[in-house]
């Protein structure tokens, strides 16, 4: 029979709890950490002496308080201090980042990349590139405390080994490792499905905030998805779980890039918008599929249609998520913002017909509170994941 935590257990796993309480909520006083945590305060004031000594926080008096009596100490992030390296690989853009505790973005730079085959060692040289770039800015005190990576593909947890990406054309490919072994940092490099880290960062800091149980899908030229139940990711026994964008539709339909037909990627994807709109061409990407949506807005009855049509089939797949895990909201990013804004009454139709009372009546469908920057948040938290969860132990590892 297992012994019960022991008392340093308790207070490694406390010391993380306090830090993404601030990590995530930002300045905090002492008293409302002692009511959330359901602590003492001379608890809550050992576990800040600890983590103001490793650097991770700071304490100070707050600006204003209002109220008669000492006032309790706000416990505010180390943000210039501590980071990660956050990167978001997309099909048209590459976005490097350094982001500091409390997720506050200090540095960033960003290109687009030609459509193609994701040729990995110059993919990775141009991250590299860009990481150079920002930590020649940084002050000789900073430490960097791992580096997270987010990409439209299938990505083996484990390891960061990509096993498929039809819309960047590579299969099995040791992604977490090059780059790991080109920054030379002695970091941690952590991958995940972009979509996959698009629900974790609307669900920490989106407009998913509070919600255990919600759904986020992420349009880039494919459609991929992020479901989180009972506050945990899905992520399937290797890591594959939630590729909504493969599930069919419409039998016999649209072909794929994964082969098959019919998926609900090929049926409300960048193509399939642009193809039933007459549009597809030299100009592809979010500002075609922008521009259908101002067309439609105007009243070009040929774009109205071709929304309608992919705004369905949206609404469709939708529709079989909600039934089967009846989430408490679901998040379009990406390109479905605005496929999504432009289609709504059509998907809002499907949920109507299509979905059980019970699972609709409190469903809230709405567009990410981060923007274009879910995916390279969600990254920033895959990076912080191992300092959340053992803080003095992530720091030693790092020689910090």
Not at 58 to 65: K, N, Y
Not at 167 to 176: M, W
Request: proline letters at 3%; charged letters at 20%; aromatic letters at 4%.
């Amino acid at each position: 029979m297992r012994a019960g935590p022991s008392q340093e257990e308790i207070r490694r796993h406390n010391l993380g709890a306090l830090l993404r309480h601030v990590h995530l909520g930002g300045p905090t006083s002492r008293a409302e950490l002692t009511t959330r945590m359901g602590l003492n305060r001379s608890t809550i004031m050992a576990l800040t002496a600890d983590l103001t000594a490793a650097g991770l926080v700071r304490e100070e008096l707050p600006r204003e308080t209002g109220r008669a009596g000492r006032p309790s100490l706000v416990v505010r992030p180390e943000s210039a201090r501590v980071y990660v390296l956050a990167y978001d690989i997309g099909v048209d853009r590459l976005v490097a980042a350094r982001v500091g505790l409390g997720g506050v973005i200090l540095d960033r730079r960003e290109t687009t990349r030609r459509r193609g085959v994701f040729a990995m060692e110059n993919e990775v040289e141009r991250l590299a590139a860009f990481t150079g770039q920002m930590l020649g800015k940084t002050r000789s005190d900073t430490v960097c405390v791992g580096a997270g990576v987010a990409f439209s593909g299938g990505v083996r947890h484990s390891d960061g080994f990509v096993r498929f990406s039809p819309n960047l054309g590579v299969f099995d490919i040791p992604l977490g490792e090059e780059l790991e072994r080109r920054l030379g940092l002695g970091v941690p490099v952590v991958v995940g499905n972009d979509a996959n880290v698009g629900a974790l960062a609307e669900q920490a800091r989106g407009v998913g905030v509070g919600s255990r149980d919600l759904i986020y899908l992420h349009g880039d030229v494919g459609v991929g998805g992020g479901i989180i139940t009972a506050g945990q990711l899905l992520g399937g026994h290797g890591g594959y779980g939630g590729e909504v964008g493969h599930m069919v539709v419409n039998a016999g339909g649209r072909p794929c890039g994964c082969g098959s037909h019919g998926c609900l990627e090929a049926e409300v994807g960048e193509r399939a918008l642009l193809e039933a709109a007459g549009r597809f061409g030299p100009q592809i990407g979010r500002d075609a599929v922008r521009a259908v949506v101002d067309a439609a807005d105007r009243g070009d009855s040929i774009a109205q249609e071709a929304l309608a049509r992919v705004g369905d089939w949206l609404g469709l797949g939708v529709a079989n998520l909600v039934n089967i895990f009846n989430p408490e909201i679901v998040i379009f990013g990406g390109m479905l913002r605005e496929i999504y804004l432009g289609a709504a009454a059509q998907v809002r139709s499907r949920i109507t017909t299509d979905v059980l009372y019970a699972s609709r009546e409190t469903l809230r469908l709405r567009t990410p509170m981060l923007g274009d920057d879910t995916t390279l948040v969600g990254a920033a938290e895959l990076a912080f994941a191992r300092v959340l969860a053992d803080p003095l132990d992530a720091l030693a590892r790092v020689g910090a």
